[in-house]
């Protein structure tokens, strides 16, 4: 297995080759002057908190990937849901690694799969509230569209129909699987099976078939299913590709030649990319098959670096402040999701307790964890693990706080890939005339 991206050496905590500690303090003070009724108002630029990301992590996980396929003998691709880490330099970086594709949710994420150079057919523009110019946007560039529900297919047909009469569109359809016994034991957030808002109910078919097949342009191209995230169990997997494989076989009865079975992604953190054999016996060899992670390929590549500000007792409660906040990690708050928390540096010596690691935010929910076990003296700072995925690409400015810098580090080197939000970056879209009726008193 080798080293892992992230480990401790001599009660160090390393990002591949470079100590996290010392990258904090490497980094320089930077001060920002702000305009503020026609003069400056300086302020210091914190230097942390900032997400840090492995390249190797990156690699490890997409190989894992690509050596399971080869060992179950699978006619598959990996693709990439971009919702889980939209940063311009990742998905470029993955593309560099072997994934294939890309599974988007909005227009502007399939501007940003264009912009890192994947092909169009390579994009899937997946789902259930699709706007009138983002379909635009996927048919004139060839993008594949997802069929979410009967009204999805109607949209589709009157602006293919319409604006775009000759050129070809081609389809998935995202259908929602039949209950079944296997456990999905996910958060009901993350959810997408029976009775979720995404997919269509299989006694929809009938209609939204009949619907796409007004136009000879519109062709279905594949199946799409996607039961949730954080799913650890291959039974999942094995009841989805017998799932997909018996509606391929339904469809190629009535002319419909599919050529992609997605299987969807939500593999667990720790899963690892291993395939369930029975998954990969099930599956037909002559058909391609997509798996489209997002968490398991990115989540544990970054921890959140953030700066203790202080500790307080409060009853029975031990807090640790720090810099970060549900702005930058809003998983553990929104989802009660667990992320391991270390001090960049550990002591000898020295007694254990338990705290509530808090942020700074008005909120009572705005905390990273609770009931993390930490040393009582504690380093300057901490970092959250598995922040890969979900957190940056989830962030706010709620109460104002800036969207964060983001680092790349490969071997020991590491440069930024994302620049820290400034005041004048979250106030720019603000339609607003400066009044200058209080200068004086701002500056006397």
């Not at 369930?276 to 099930?282: D, V």
Request: charged share 20%; net charge neutral; proline share 5%.
């Amino acid at each position: 297995m080798g080293t892992p991206p992230f480990y401790f050496q001599d009660g160090i905590l390393f990002c591949e080759q470079v100590d996290i500690g010392e990258l904090v303090n490497s980094l320089p003070t930077r001060i920002h002057q702000i305009p503020i009724q026609g003069k400056f108002i300086q302020t210091e630029v914190a230097t942390t908190p900032f997400f840090l990301y492995s390249k190797a992590a990156l690699r490890n996980n997409t190989r894992s990937y690509f050596d399971a396929m080869r060992t179950h003998n699978l006619n598959g691709a990996l693709g990439y849901a971009v919702k889980a880490n939209g940063n311009l330099n990742i998905l470029e970086e993955l593309k560099s690694l072997g994934v294939e594709m890309l599974i988007t949710v909005s227009g502007y994420e399939i501007l940003a799969g264009l912009k890192v150079g994947f092909l169009p057919r390579d994009i899937i523009f997946n789902g259930n509230g699709k706007q009138r110019w983002e379909i635009k946007l996927a048919i004139e560039h060839g993008i594949l569209l997802n069929v979410d529900s009967v009204f999805d297919a109607e949209q589709i047909l009157e602006i293919s129909g319409k604006e775009f009469p000759q050129k070809e569109v081609q389809v998935l359809l995202r259908v929602q699987p039949p209950p079944f016994e296997c456990n999905v034991a996910v958060h009901p957030y993350v959810n997408t099976s029976e009775s979720s808002k995404f997919g269509f109910d299989t006694r929809d078919m009938n209609q939204i078939l009949e619907i796409l097949q007004e136009h000879e342009k519109i062709k279905v191209y594949g199946i799409h299913c996607h039961l949730g995230s954080c799913i650890y169990d291959p039974q999942v997997y094995e009841y989805i590709a017998g799932f997909v494989t018996d509606l391929s076989a339904t469809l190629a009865k009535n002319e419909i030649h599919v050529k992609l079975l997605d299987i969807g992604g939500g593999i667990g953190i720790n899963y690892h990319g291993t395939l369930p054999e029975p998954m990969s016996r099930i599956l037909p060899k002559t058909l391609k098959v997509l798996l489209e992670p997002g968490r398991s390929l990115v989540g544990n590549s970054a921890v959140l670096v953030t700066k203790v500000l202080g500790t307080k007792r409060s009853r029975n409660k031990n807090y640790v402040i720090v810099d970060s906040s549900m702005t930058d990690l809003i998983r553990p708050c929104l989802y009660g999701s667990f992320h391991r928390i270390y001090p960049t540096k550990l002591y000898n010596f020295t007694q254990w307790g338990q705290f509530d690691v808090v942020g700074p935010v008005c909120e009572t929910a705005d905390f990273l964890g609770k009931n993390i076990l930490l040393q009582r003296t504690l380093a300057k700072y901490l970092a959250v693990m598995d922040c890969g995925a979900y957190a940056s690409s989830m962030s706010s400015n709620y109460n104002m706080r800036p969207k964060l810098e983001e680092y790349l580090v490969d071997g020991s080197s590491w440069k930024s890939i994302r620049n820290r939000e400034m005041f004048q970056d979250i106030t720019a879209t603000y339609k607003y005339k400066e009044s200058t009726s209080n200068a004086t008193e701002i500056h006397n």
